[in-house]
């Protein structure tokens, strides 16, 4: 027989609190909105705990299960079953995945009416501790956005940035956000939507359309803080949007997170810092 030296008793009395396997690269099934799936290609990192008294984990079972899976269609609740699978598999308290992956949703230029598709960054993140579980939604959105100072103090024209806004949620249990859903959302509260493909009545479609609605960081972020506080599914957020400054050699963000119950609209403080002259 093969010695199992993971399984060895250690005596130094350390627990750990995590210990698994990083970047995994894997495809796996993503159930998309319409009842379709999308293959995409994951980095997953999965991880439990370790009682003081084991030497080590048996690294081996963290990639059979991720095997497994990866054969299956994922969404965020299905990351709780991957979670008790793993505590199952290595006799562990707690567990943890975090999975990130490339999403490709379907978008239309907004005057040629051409079908393209756009890519957004998404992650399921999980943890199971006991009977307490914590599934987060995460997506980051790429959008325009156009200086009111600027566009207020110049005789013309005012200077625009892609910017990214970056959303975490929680929701309640049984309830469903579908990334579509949310991606578009996100994109609504810019100053523009972004788009890979533009013909030339596009083009000047975004670029009159950032201009008449121009927005600071604060005021990207405070809208999607009041679209998510408004639904009833969201129990927890994180927002964070940032912006690429175009005349500047620094970045603007803004950040903000709450947890329901959700304070009043009036009572909304925003952490940012940015530069402006």
Same mark, same amino acid.
């Given at each position: @027989?093969?010695k199992d030296v993971q399984g060895?008793?250690?005596?130094?009395?350390?627990?750990?609190q995590r210990v698994g396997v990083?970047?995994?690269?894997?495809?796996?099934?993503?159930?998309?909105?319409? +009842?379709?799936?999308?293959?995409?290609?994951?980095?997953? !990192?999965?991880?439990?705990?370790?009682?003081?008294?084991?030497?080590? %984990?048996?690294?081996?079972?963290?990639?059979?299960?991720?095997?497994d899976w990866s054969k299956r269609?994922?969404?965020?609740?299905?990351?709780?079953?991957?979670?008790?699978? %793993?505590?199952?598999?290595?006799?562990?308290?707690?567990?943890?995945?975090?999975?990130?992956?490339?999403?490709?949703?379907?978008?239309?230029?907004?005057?040629?009416?051409? +079908?393209?598709?756009?890519?957004?960054?998404?992650?399921?993140?999980?943890?199971?501790?006991?009977?307490?579980?914590?599934? %987060?939604?995460?997506?980051?959105?790429?959008?325009?956005?156009?200086?009111?100072?600027?566009? %207020?103090?110049?005789?013309?024209?005012?200077?625009?940035?892609?910017?990214?806004?970056?959303?975490?949620?929680?929701? !309640?249990?049984?309830?469903?956000?579908?990334?579509?859903?949310?991606?578009?959302?996100?994109?609504?509260?810019?100053?523009?939507?972004?788009?890979?493909?533009?013909?030339?009545?596009?083009?000047?479609?975004? !670029?009159?359309?950032?201009?008449?609605?121009?927005?600071?960081?604060?005021?990207?972020?405070? +809208?999607?803080?009041?679209?998510?506080?408004?639904?009833?599914?969201? !129990?927890?957020?994180?927002?964070?949007?940032?912006? @690429?400054?175009?005349?500047?050699?620094?970045?603007?963000?803004?950040?903000?997170?709450?947890?329901?119950?959700?304070?009043?609209?009036?009572?909304?403080?925003?952490?940012?810092?940015?530069?402006?002259?």
């Amino acid at each position: @027989m093969i010695k199992d030296v993971q399984g060895q008793q250690d005596g130094r009395g350390v627990a750990i609190q995590r210990v698994g396997v990083k970047d995994v690269r894997l495809p796996f099934l993503v159930k998309e909105k319409d +009842d379709g799936y999308q293959s995409v290609l994951g980095s997953a !990192t999965l991880s439990v705990d370790l009682p003081h008294q084991y030497k080590g %984990t048996h690294l081996s079972r963290f990639i059979e299960i991720l095997l497994d899976w990866s054969k299956r269609p994922m969404n965020a609740e299905e990351v709780k079953t991957i979670l008790d699978a %793993t505590r199952a598999r290595l006799d562990a308290q707690r567990a943890r995945l975090q999975l990130g992956f490339k999403y490709f949703i379907g978008k239309r230029s907004p005057v040629s009416a051409i +079908d393209q598709i756009m890519d957004y960054d998404v992650s399921f993140d999980g943890a199971v501790d006991g009977d307490s579980c914590t599934l %987060t939604l995460g997506v980051d959105v790429p959008i325009t956005t156009l200086c009111p100072c600027s566009k %207020t103090i110049s005789k013309y024209g005012a200077h625009n940035q892609r910017s990214v806004v970056r959303v975490r949620v929680r929701f !309640t249990e049984g309830a469903s956000i579908w990334i579509e859903d949310l991606v578009r959302s996100v994109e609504a509260k810019g100053s523009c939507e972004l788009y890979p493909l533009l013909k030339r009545e596009d083009e000047k479609y975004v !670029t009159e359309r950032a201009y008449e609605n121009p927005k600071f960081v604060e005021d990207v972020l405070r +809208d999607v803080v009041l679209m998510l506080r408004d639904d009833p599914r969201v !129990t927890w957020f994180e927002v964070e949007c940032e912006s @690429m400054e175009s005349i500047h050699n620094h970045n603007a963000f803004a950040w903000q997170s709450e947890a329901a119950p959700f304070v009043a609209a009036g009572a909304l403080e925003v952490s940012a810092e940015v530069v402006r002259t």
